[in-house]
């Protein structure tokens, strides 16, 4: 890495010293006997120079252009207006009025400024454009500091969806158009050409330019089987010819966590216990309850210690020696005598812990890049090197990234190109133990253990827990996350290309790109034996974990570009690509160290039995293309686009798969009848397109059944020895060799207008996807083994909705402000139109809870639909109860205080009386009906003022954390709801059933469970200043801005929860490669919308600096 900075360096010194010998722009000197001279400076939106700027006395062929620091100088009449242009830019007419120093901040256009996009293996003119393309550029990616580009875009495009685990250097889940499959829905992302679907949290926001994402198969298809679900093209800074410019942007701030739930303390849920104990009957001989910790009297009483159990002061297992020693105090939990004369001893906290609060805490986090860019005609170049730093609100997690990219690029001569674009990533991550959502994480131990429970032990240093009688089986989530601080995943990325450019003709270019993605992992899983949990850990282990993954991407195209008559423009494009992925993993696991010491912490170390496994994968993609575009008379669009892709895995009976697409566009403002629309409708261009994209993300291997050999499970070794010293083998994975790619075909119709002056900017979009042969690994019956199941097509799927997007552009008191609204909304609705053929199967997407089967996926219905029951309240009398139908689930359900459920069908499909399993159905959608983002830039003089909202409607979301707050599961903390909105007589208001010790029935899924996901939140709240440039000349700087920001400060929502954004689970296929995972199944979108206690979205306060010299 020292190597390619000093190269950096070199080439950054070299290029400067070129620059310095261009020449300045030439001036049209055409004055007036009455002229004055006006000087002054040009800056973009950001403050920073903009550079051949067209300056123009207005009437006149007087002007000039800005030099390399948007300077510039021209006479003009006292009484004269003076014209700025420039490309991406709209037109600024401002008067002269007798004024010597006029600055000027342009504005962009967004219209114009998207003018040329980048598109699949090549660029076009966006008027030129008949697919579905969304462009975001860097300074509207940028306005929302990020980890990574996913969670920069969230409500920032019509019909994308981004969700993120919001953990330190977490997952990001991104949704173009709704879920076009049971299986992976990640889109492709090109970075400078390469393509991947991996971690994408190496790549540095701030490297970058600008993002196109191509939603619709039109548009993508020349990506083939990888662009099923979208491709999202991002293209990172390049150099531009001009002198050395330097920049440096940081930002530093404080995280806080949002809401938090409201839990009991120690006294409430004493009377909690007595209650629920009371109403279940179990009660001791002098009829009141019976608690290790609260006694047995008829009110509970809270004890002095909870280990021993319910000891006051003044007993002798807890005296105290002259010093205020413990006499009776051990750690040893091996000694025999532990838990009889010897104890953890413990206080009990008779105010309450609040868990929650324990484990999340204000923390900080911080950004810095320094850049410096520039070149000649003769080549240029743009290098950064960044440094990114996140503590967690979560106590003892974080995330750092430090990032180098060298972007270059030469001219050998005029017809003769060659550059490169590469990145080198290291980031490191301790995450919170047991991933997301699950419910032996810190966060949901955090809702679990008691209240009277502390932190620490009468000691002070060792951890307090669950050892003690009645205190349920949780662990002490800040000793876990503690003991989890130093087990540090570290992820090194090498990634871009190198390419060539010749111009065989004047028309005709060939191009040639070779990309690597490079890939380490390492992760060292040290877990550290707990003396204080009732399920205390039997000894310390270390689980060593190191994988690699190589992909490299060779394309080649030739490009042809001609015209007749001036009125019909053809583009062609063909070409060839190929890529080849290997990925290989190892891991080790041992026990028994003698020591935690950290310099302890590797397998050498341990004295316990040695387990190892590991493993290796590869694949291959071969491709041929080409696309066609035709322009007749700027009026008339016409693109078609086929691919070819072979992929390796499948048979070679369904090796070869061919995706087409066709699209049209009519430029309604060119023809006649628009003319005299002219002084309100600026441009219109009405879109129709269809075409197909694949997927082919399944098994490596799919095809073939899969043997291999296990010392553990292969018990008939080979010699017939009845040793494991030669095992034998067993089937680990069936083969399919009739699996075939899944298609998805496309049909997308839009409409783009420009109004009032290029100020009011439309666009509309229709689209219907339907994927066809969905590839699903389908379950098949134990008796045929435990081997892994292969992908097999299914059924379909159809996504049908619309996109909007529209912006407002505008001037006020007299051009000294400008003002810009920005308005995303965004609907689709999922159905799976079929599955196996009958409209019964199921397919559910969680089955590692307590209670199963709560998230299905079935025919006539969207993907992770929620299932279960329907409750209609809760009986008020035994005679409601008795009329009611006969609930099978338990006993005694029929009765005052139960939840009534729903009686939906029977035997023969209608109610039949009795509530059983037949009553199970459709509860809840996780699907929202609609999402939208709403975005002003509000810039006076030099300040700036940007609010960003974002926000979704209409879905629903599982709330499982009440499986473990709001019912008698276990014996951990409780809700205040559960305590004071529970039934007793009278009460008709209540919305759980009564307190009782013993209900197994009302924790079923049910519609309790259910509630609204709609949110809208102000995602970013951004104040700029940019300093005056006479006072920023005067150190030797270009511009300088400074500014203040809030993100996610305010929340709308209904949720009871902590955060709505609950979209995102244990998300693991592609972008868990930095936890060092790779599975095609664990981590599909058959989950979505579920609360297991995950971690929440954090306020940030932010302050940052942006330096330009």
């Not at 953990?167 to 049971?182: H, L, Y």
């Not at 240093?461 to 205190?471: C, K, P, S, V, Y």
């Not at 028994?592 to 950290?598: A, G, H, K, V």
Request: glycine share 10%; proline share 4%; charged share 20%.
């Amino acid at each position: 890495m020292a190597l390619t900075a000093g190269f950096c360096l070199l080439q950054a010194h070299a290029f400067a010293h070129a620059a310095t010998t261009a020449t300045a722009p030439e001036r049209i000197n055409t004055r007036s006997p009455i002229d004055i001279t006006i000087t002054g400076r040009v800056t973009d939106d950001t403050n920073n120079p903009l550079p051949g700027v067209n300056i123009l006395v207005k009437g006149t062929s007087n002007g000039t252009t800005s030099d390399a620091d948007g300077n510039y100088r021209i006479s003009a009449g006292e009484t004269a207006t003076l014209v700025f242009s420039f490309i991406g830019y709209t037109v600024q007419e401002i008067p002269v009025n007798n004024q010597t120093i006029i600055n000027v901040s342009l504005v962009p256009d967004v219209v114009s400024l998207s003018e040329v996009v980048v598109t699949g293996y090549g660029s076009q003119s966006k008027r030129d454009i008949t697919g579905a393309v969304a462009t975001i550029d860097a300074n509207r990616l940028l306005t929302t500091p990020s980890t990574n580009f996913g969670q920069a875009m969230q409500g920032k495009v019509a019909g994308v969806t981004v969700g993120n685990e919001n953990s330190p250097g977490g997952g990001v889940m991104v949704r173009i158009r709704g879920f076009g499959t049971i299986n992976d829905n990640s889109p492709l992302y090109v970075v400078d050409g390469v393509p991947t679907k991996g971690n994408i949290n190496t790549i540095n926001p701030n490297d970058i330019e600008s993002m196109q994402i191509l939603k619709d198969a039109s548009a993508a298809s020349i990506y083939g089987s990888r662009a099923g679900n979208g491709v999202i093209i991002i293209t990172t800074k390049k150099g531009k010819a001009g002198k050395p410019v330097f920049t440096y942007d940081m930002y530093v701030g404080t995280q806080r966590p949002g809401k938090l739930l409201e839990l009991l303390n120690t006294s409430e849920y004493a009377q909690l216990t007595w209650e629920s104990r009371i109403n279940a009957g179990v009660v001791g001989d002098n009829g009141n309850p019976r608690h290790a910790q609260f006694g047995n009297g008829p009110t509970p009483v809270i004890p002095d210690y909870i280990f021993p159990a319910g000891a006051m002061e003044g007993d002798p297992r807890i005296a105290q020696d002259a010093n205020g020693n413990y006499i009776n105090y051990s750690r040893d939990i091996d000694n025999a005598n532990f838990n009889r004369d010897k104890w953890l001893i413990t206080k009990a906290n008779k105010q309450g812990t609040d868990w929650l609060d324990e484990i999340f805490d204000p923390a900080p986090i911080q950004n810095h890049q320094i850049g410096v860019s520039g070149g000649n005609e003769s080549g240029r170049y743009a290098m950064s090197l960044n440094y990114f730093d996140q503590e967690g609100i979560m106590i003892y997690t974080n995330y750092k990234r430090y990032s180098l990219r060298a972007n270059t690029e030469f001219n050998i001569n005029k017809r003769v190109r060659f550059g490169e674009n590469f990145q080198v990533a290291f980031g490191q991550r301790v995450n919170q133990p047991n991933g997301n959502s699950h419910e032996s994480n810190p966060t949901s131990f955090a809702f679990r253990i008691q209240p009277i429970v502390p932190v620490y032990d009468v000691s002070g240093i060792t951890f307090a827990g669950t050892r003690g009688t009645d205190l349920d089986n949780s662990r002490n989530p800040v000793a876990d996350l503690w003991r989890n601080k130093d087990n540090i995943q570290k992820e090194l990325r090498l990634f871009g290309n190198a390419y060539a450019e010749v111009d065989i003709l004047d028309n005709l270019t060939a191009k040639t790109s070779f990309g690597v993605d490079y890939n380490t992992f390492n992760f060292r899983d040290y877990i550290i034996r707990d003396i204080e949990s009732s399920e205390s850990r039997g000894s310390n282990s270390l689980k060593t974990i190191n994988n690699y993954e190589w992909t490299w991407t060779w394309f080649n195209t030739l490009t042809y570009n001609v015209t007749f008559n001036d009125i019909h423009r053809f583009n062609f494009i063909i070409g060839t690509e190929a890529i080849k992925d290997y990925y290989e993993t190892f891991d080790a696991s041992r026990t028994n160290f003698s020591s935690d010491d950290l310099e302890n912490r590797y397998l050498g170390s341990g004295t316990g039995a040695q387990t190892n496994n590991g493993g290796a994968s590869d694949w291959m993609l071969a491709s041929e293309f080409a696309k066609i575009n035709y322009n007749l008379s700027d009026k008339y669009l016409l693109e078609g686009t086929l691919r070819r892709d072979r992929s390796s895995r499948f048979s070679a009976n369904n090796l070869v798969a061919y995706f087409p697409a066709v699209s049209a566009g009519w430029v309604l403002s060119e023809e006649r009848f628009a003319q005299g629309l002219g002084n309100w409708l600026d441009r219109a261009k009405l879109r129709a397109g269809w075409g197909q994209t694949g997927n082919q993300e399944i098994g490596y291997y799919n095809p073939f059944t899969i043997f291999s050999t296990n010392p553990a499970t292969s018990a008939y070794d080979l010699n017939g020895s009845r040793t494991s010293a030669v095992p034998g083998y067993e089937i680990t994975q069936f083969g399919n060799p009739n699996a075939k790619w899944e298609t998805t075909t496309s049909t997308n119709v839009g409409l783009d207008f420009t109004l009032l002056g290029n100020k009011l900017d439309v666009n509309l979009d229709w689209y219907n996807r339907i994927t066809s042969d969905m590839l699903f690994p389908v379950a098949s019956p134990l008796t045929s083994g435990v081997a892994t199941v292969p992908f097999r097509n299914i059924g379909s799927m159809r996504n049908r909705g619309i996109d909007l997007a529209v912006a407002y552009h505008g001037l006020a008191m007299g051009g000294e402000v400008f003002y810009d609204v920005e308005g995303n909304f965004s609907t689709y609705r999922n159905v799976v139109t079929k599955t196996t053929g009958d409209a019964n199967t199921q397919y559910f997407g969680i089955n590692d809870e307590r209670i199963q089967n709560f998230v299905v996926t079935q025919q006539d219905y969207p993907i992770s639909s929620f299932f279960g029951y329907i409750i209609d309240g809760i009986f008020q009398s035994d005679d409601e109860a008795a009329a009611a139908p006969t609930n099978n689930l338990g006993t005694n359900q029929n009765r005052a205080g139960r939840f009534i459920f729903r009686d939906v069908s029977g035997p023969e499909g209608v109610p039949d009386g009795v509530i059983n399993t037949r009553d199970l159905t459709i509860i809840g959608n996780p699907h929202p009906d609609f999402t939208y983002g709403i975005n002003l830039n509000v810039r006076y003089k030099n300040f700036g003022l940007t609010i960003f909202g974002q926000g979704v409607a209409g879905n629903d979301v599982f709330n499982y954390v009440k499986y473990w707050t709001d019912f008698p599961t276990f014996a951990g903390n409780r809700s205040k709801r559960m305590l004071y909105e529970s039934w007793r007589p009278g009460k008709t208001d209540a919305v759980l059933p009564q307190l009782t010790s013993s209900d197994q029935v009302s924790i079923l899924p049910s519609t309790y469970y259910i509630e609204s996901g709609s949110y809208f939140r102000f995602k970013n709240i951004q104040l700029t200043y940019s300093l005056p440039q006479t006072l920023v000349s005067k150190i030797g700087l270009s511009s300088v801005r400074v500014y203040v920001q809030g993100q996610n400060l305010i929340t709308l929502t209904n949720y009871s929860g902590m955060d709505p954004e609950i979209n995102l689970r244990n998300y693991v296929s592609g972008n868990d490669r930095v936890a060092g995972t790779y599975s095609y199944t664990s981590g599909t979108d058959r989950q979505l919308g579920v609360d297991g206690g995950a971690y929440p979205a954090s306020k940030q306060y932010l302050v940052g600096l942006n330096l330009t010299f």
